[in-house]
């Protein structure tokens, strides 16, 4: 096999890690991503950076945690200077392209304050995350009364959906996301009662399988160019509704127990009850609409392994799964109604961890094939490694990325050597917040995990959750008032404290320039503490000894 010459950026939206069969779902098969890990090295314990689509995929982009780049919510922008994955790779000479959804809002009063046009080649990267765009879709055109959520959302796609005749303003949703009764009327899949149903378009031209065809047209436009394609599904995120023969894969004989308990639903904790109470914790909650989401959850995530399939047979018949790492992952979990919530936004492992699979085409990686690593990784890791993989020692900069590159892993040699894992949410935006009347400043949560403990602290002055996951591995007692374990939050709160001191904004020096610079202050002249000129070299002195000139003490001479 060849050294890595492409590399295959493959995020699912909102995958559970163990919705997979290859991480242990006993019902759900997924022999094609199965076979993925099989070639490469599937890690166990790899964590998010927040549990949200906009500010998780933020940190994966730019290799750097929430608060370093400070896109801390859906639709917050990313500041105009934060390096990208593209910035860092072209210029290496690999192209950095997208298929598919950042869910990145662009800095447009940044851009606006630099005269960067948003036309131009360069403001259209700072606007889309340092990618070059074959086609982004968001996969979100939904429409309510102030208007589009979305005005570019699924453009591309709903004029293929018309040529394919699908009639209608937005087919995005009349179609590929919903059901149709006898009658003809539309059964919106944003209504969780109809997620059941089978929705109302061709299975070939729903939006997986359009992204997949995408993104092998545009490796075909490639020819002999290095090239990352960051391939971005958008399911099996919501709205939960899938086509036949997906539609009826999976009944109440495959679905998995809620994990939660009644002591987690009594909870004291504002918070987690806050989160619990959400409209969306509510309706996953009941059993009845658990089951109705869980067939197309299921029947999405099989459709998603059956287009890896496609993928990775065409990659296999054209001669380039020699040449391509492939990496396989998602951007965060999804509840299903564990521990009494839906959605994604809060610190246990249905969200925060996620499944993650790197197959690395080289010789180097031969005899890590299909073997397993269990060591804490985050999502920040994976620029450091595309990085390495594409030519350059990812150390040198180590004070703008930091994450720690996996190729070692990959190539048998040692895991990142790392103590503990870091996640945040800011929820000054949401509805929570405004319910517990707090400051923006003070709606901010944080996770420390370290491989056993997991601590999550709360500020506004609310007490820490706290989770054993050796002895309690579903998460549901929570340890944060526990007297016993008065030493083990001590030790995180160290850790976490540690991990927030460190310098993430000095990013336009690097890190060997502030050590070589330790050595060459004496050569530009100054001179701080010398005595006399016997106590440094004489080239450094050189401009300042045996010099003359007139004495000007009783003013200019004639």
């Known amino acids: 096999m060849a050294e890595t010459k492409n590399i295959l950026f493959i995020m699912f939206d909102q995958l559970r890690w163990d919705y997979l069969s290859c991480y242990g779902h006993p019902h759900l098969k997924t022999p094609n991503i199965d076979r993925l890990a099989g070639k490469g090295v599937r890690f166990t314990r790899a964590y998010i950076q927040s549990p949200l689509c906009g500010p998780s995929r933020m940190s994966t ?100 959906l018309r040529g394919k005749g699908y009639e209608g303003d937005n087919p995005w949703h009349d179609y590929a996301n ?13 209504f969780l009662k109809n997620s059941d149903r089978p929705a109302n378009i061709r299975e070939e031209d729903s939006e997986t399988p359009y992204l997949t065809r995408r993104g092998m ?42 994990v ?20 969306v914790g509510r309706a996953l909650s009941r059993d009845d609409v658990r089951e109705k989401v869980l067939r197309a959850y299921m ?13 990775l047979d065409w990659l296999d018949k054209t001669g380039r799964m020699d040449e391509t790492m492939i990496v396989v992952t998602s951007d965060h979990g999804d509840f299903m109604g564990d521990h009494w919530m839906g959605e994604k936004t809060f610190f246990h492992d249905a969200s ?42 990812p150390a040198g900069l180590d004070h703008v990325l930091e994450g720690q590159s996996l190729l070692p892993v990959l190539r048998g040699g040692a895991a990142p050597a790392r103590q503990a894992v870091f996640c945040e949410y800011d929820y000054s935006a ?34 820490p959750m706290l989770f054993d996951l050796d002895a309690d591995p579903g998460e549901l007692e929570d340890l944060g008032a526990s007297p016993a374990h008065e030493a083990v939050r001590a030790a995180l709160y160290d850790s976490l404290s540690a ?57 200019p001479t004639e």
């Open 61 to 160: 982009y730019t290799g750097r945690y929430v608060h370093s780049h400070g896109a801390s919510w859906n639709n917050v922008p990313l500041k105009v200077g934060e390096l990208t994955m593209g910035d860092h790779l072209r210029d290496l000479g690999m192209g950095c392209w997208l298929v598919g959804k950042t869910h990145m809002a662009a800095d447009a009063e940044g851009m606006r304050r630099l005269g960067l046009e948003p036309d131009s080649v360069i403001g259209a990267r700072v606007g889309e995350c340092g990618f070059d765009v074959f086609e982004r879709d968001d996969g979100m055109r939904p429409e309510g009364p102030e208007g589009l959520y979305d005005p570019g959302g699924a453009l591309k796609y709903n004029e293929y």
């Open 178 to 190: 919903s059901a149709i009764d006898e009658t003809g009327n539309v059964l919106s899949g944003w």
């Open 217 to 258: 047209e545009f490796i075909e436009s490639q020819g002999d160019r290095r090239w990352l394609c960051h391939l971005s599904y958008i399911k099996p995120h919501w709205p939960y509704i899938v086509p036949e023969p997906y539609a009826s894969m999976y009944g109440r004989q495959d679905f998995l127990p809620p």
């Open 260 to 279: 939660r308990s009644q002591a987690e639903r009594e909870t004291d904790h504002p918070v987690f009850r806050g989160f619990q109470n959400a409209p």
């Open 299 to 311: 029947g999405l995530i099989k459709q998603c392994d059956d287009q890896i399939g496609v993928l």
């Open 352 to 393: 925060v961890k996620v499944p993650l699979i790197v197959y690395d085409p080289s010789g180097k990686a031969d005899a890590t094939r299909g073997t397993v690593c269990d060591a804490l990784v985050e999502c920040i890791d994976l620029l450091p490694t595309f990085v390495e993989a594409a030519g350059r020692d």
């Open 430 to 463: 949401s509805p929570l917040a405004g319910r517990l009347e707090l400051h923006p400043d003070d709606a901010r949560m944080f996770m420390v995990f370290d491989g056993r403990f997991k601590m999550i602290h709360f500020e506004g002055g609310f007490r």
């Open 499 to 555: 991990w927030a001191r460190r310098p993430a904004a000095r990013t336009t020096i690097s890190n060997d320039a502030l050590r070589n610079a330790r050595s060459k202050s004496g050569l530009k002249g100054v001179l701080i503490g010398v005595v006399g000129e016997e106590d440094v070299a004489p080239e450094i002195v050189a401009k300042y000894v045996g010099r003359k000139v007139r004495d000007m003490r009783a003013g």
